[in-house]
């Protein structure tokens, strides 16, 4: 196709970078969301397909660290993977790929490395590739710093290098990754981030003031074309969604159960590594949503827990992480603050019942949360000029 051609008539053509790949509700939201909203606009987003095994396997297990962290890990990892295929019901892993197909336009879910990725003919046509949103600059325990996810392999390339929303995973950098994070990152043509936490990092070891932008799913898109009604009606129900850890999310479920006579309705955890919560459903992507949409309650601790809550206006409670784990709140905690909901968050210290007896005022909110999505339009609106004032 001939470049020039292609973008006289307005359409800009991105490709996205991120855990496109991952049989997680978070992850597929997010990715879903920022092509819509390229989409939305008229532009044409597909994502490249590099799809390492570490990410969710863990990566290679070497003989001289088989018994470290990182190595017990992976093995966890692997064993968890099979577990799954055996216990999940016919069709649950094939509506995670039917989702990619459907709505992604991801056809082949095998791992792929960058030389792969790198084959897609549509890369030569590409104008801008964006580098987000989701955890894709937290470190792996095992495998360290990605350099594929902050665009490295596109030096000396002239299509336009972006970060949208990108996460560490966590409030803090590991001092050993600060230089190679930082050189990365200083070359990228515009960086954004999305939490405070991420910006402050970045400014420490790049020397650069980042905008704090919205997660995808935050964004002004429609879900409407993902929303699936689940077959079982559950009736007055919690819906239960945590990740990493069942403590405090135990406690408030189990409080609803006894005070609201609630049922308490849990989408499978691949990753679990405890006694589940409540009765373990297998929704697809859509079917996820929807339980969502239709619970009483939504109790998470994961941040897009949180993000489709606010986004569907749904009562909440986040259930803050705790010991080793709390640096992980910064993500959820900031995303609270910026939409004034700071008081949905019950931890150690707190009153359960006080929590989730306050009302949501949705409307003090709605204000701070148009105010942040266009931060996040306003800045990839002017990524998107950039690119269309170099074919004017």
């Known amino acids: 196709m001939d470049?020039?051609?292609?973008?006289?008539?307005?359409?800009?053509r991105v490709g996205i970078l991120t855990f496109h790949f991952s049989d997680n509700y978070g992850a597929l939201f997010q990715a879903y969301a920022l092509k819509r909203w390229f989409d939305q606009r008229g532009d044409e987003a597909y994502f490249i397909e590099y799809h390492p095994e570490y990410v969710e396997a863990g990566g290679n297990i070497g003989l001289n660290d088989l018994f470290s962290k990182a190595a017990l890990k992976v093995i966890f990892l692997k064993v968890a993977k099979v577990y799954q295929k055996l216990i999940s019901p016919d069709g649950f892993s094939?509506?995670?790929?039917?989702?990619?197909l459907k709505y992604l336009g991801i056809n082949d879910n095998a791992a792929k490395g960058i030389g792969d990725a790198l084959k897609d003919t549509r890369l030569r046509d590409t104008d801008m590739i964006v580098c987000g949103?989701?955890?894709?600059?937290?470190?792996?325990?095992h495998y360290g710093v990605d350099s594929v996810y902050f665009l490295d392999f596109l030096q000396?390339?002239?299509?336009?290098?972006?970060?949208?929303?990108?996460?560490?995973?966590?409030?803090?950098?590991?001092?050993?990754h600060s230089e190679s994070v930082g050189d990365l990152i200083s070359k990228l043509?515009?960086?954004?981030?999305?939490?405070?936490?991420?910006?402050?990092?970045?400014?420490?070891?790049?020397?650069i003031q980042v905008p704090v932008v919205p997660d995808p799913t935050l964004l002004p898109v429609d879900f409407t074309p993902i929303l699936e009604k689940y077959p079982e009606n559950y009736g007055n129900y919690c819906f239960c969604y945590y990740l990493r850890s069942s403590v405090g999310v135990k406690e408030t479920a189990n409080y609803l159960k006894t005070t609201e006579k609630m049922r308490i309705i849990c989408?499978?955890?691949p990753h679990r590594r405890w006694k589940e919560v409540g009765e373990t459903v297998y929704p697809s992507p859509g079917?996820?949503?929807?339980?969502?949409?239709?619970?009483s309650i939504v109790v998470t601790n994961s941040f897009h827990g949180v993000a489709l809550s606010i986004v569907n206006q749904k009562k909440f409670v986040y259930v803050a992480l705790r010991g080793n784990k709390k640096k992980m709140n910064a993500r959820a905690f900031n995303l609270l603050k910026m939409t004034g909901l700071e008081e949905r968050i019950v931890n150690e210290f707190c009153d359960i019942e006080k929590v989730l007896s306050t009302p949501i005022d949705w409307?003090?909110?709605?204000?701070?949360?148009?105010?942040m999505q266009k931060k996040g339009v306003n800045f990839l609106e002017e990524q998107v000029k950039m690119v269309e004032a170099g074919y004017e």
């Not at 003090?364 to 105010?371: M, P, T």
């Open 3 to 12: 470049k020039e051609k292609y973008n006289r008539v307005g359409i800009v």
């Open 94 to 100: 094939d509506s995670m790929d039917d989702f990619r």
């Open 133 to 141: 949103s989701d955890q894709i600059w937290n470190p792996s325990a």
């Open 156 to 176: 000396g390339s002239k299509v336009r290098r972006i970060a949208y929303a990108p996460s560490f995973g966590s409030n803090v950098l590991d001092d050993q």
């Open 189 to 207: 043509d515009a960086v954004s981030i999305r939490e405070e936490s991420g910006a402050a990092i970045i400014e420490k070891i790049a020397n």
């Open 267 to 269: 989408p499978n955890n």
């Open 287 to 295: 079917q996820w949503l929807g339980l969502l949409k239709d619970s």
């Open 363 to 371: 409307k003090k909110s709605e204000k701070l949360i148009v105010d």
